[in-house]
Nanobody, 125 residues
Framework: QVRLVQSGEQLVQAGDSLRLSCTGS????????VAWFRQAVGKEREFVAA????????YYTDSAEARFTISRDNAKNTVDLQMINLQSEDTAIYYC??????????????????WGQGTQVTVSS
């Protein structure tokens, strides 16, 4: 069992940068691939980025790759999502998620077993 706890709600202005954190506990967090998803009001939850259990490989959507960076520190059991130049369309609830130890991180939500509580990110223009 993995428990994921995320950093708190954030309100920023367009053009700002923001770093979201996800801290894992329980079953060895370092053996799970971890992803960030986001869900805007009225939209489905969408994949943003993922990092393999060892941190050596990262995956992004085309839109996220230019402005977002996912990283992990297994010594601290944390996975962060650094976001720059935030825009109003980035407003959403952001979730971190851990899988059960798959070979490759999934891009669909069904590939993840453990979820954080969500972090509301609001970008004002």
């Amino acid at each position: 069992q993995v428990r994921l706890v995320q950093s708190g709600e954030q309100l920023v202005q367009a053009g700002d940068s923001l770093r979201l954190s996800c801290t894992g506990s329980g079953r060895p967090f370092s053996s799970s691939n971890v992803a960030w998803f986001r869900q805007a009001v009225g939209k489905e939850r969408e994949f943003v980025a993922a990092v393999t259990w060892g941190g050596e490989t990262t995956y992004y959507t085309d839109s996220a790759e230019a402005r977002f960076t996912i990283s992990r520190d297994n010594a601290k059991n944390t996975v962060d999502l650094q976001m720059i130049n935030l825009q109003s369309e980035d407003t959403a609830i952001y979730y971190c998620a851990a899988d059960g130890g798959a070979l490759v991180p999934a891009r669909g939500a069904r590939g993840y077993v453990y979820w954080g509580q969500g972090t509301q990110v609001t970008v004002s223009s």
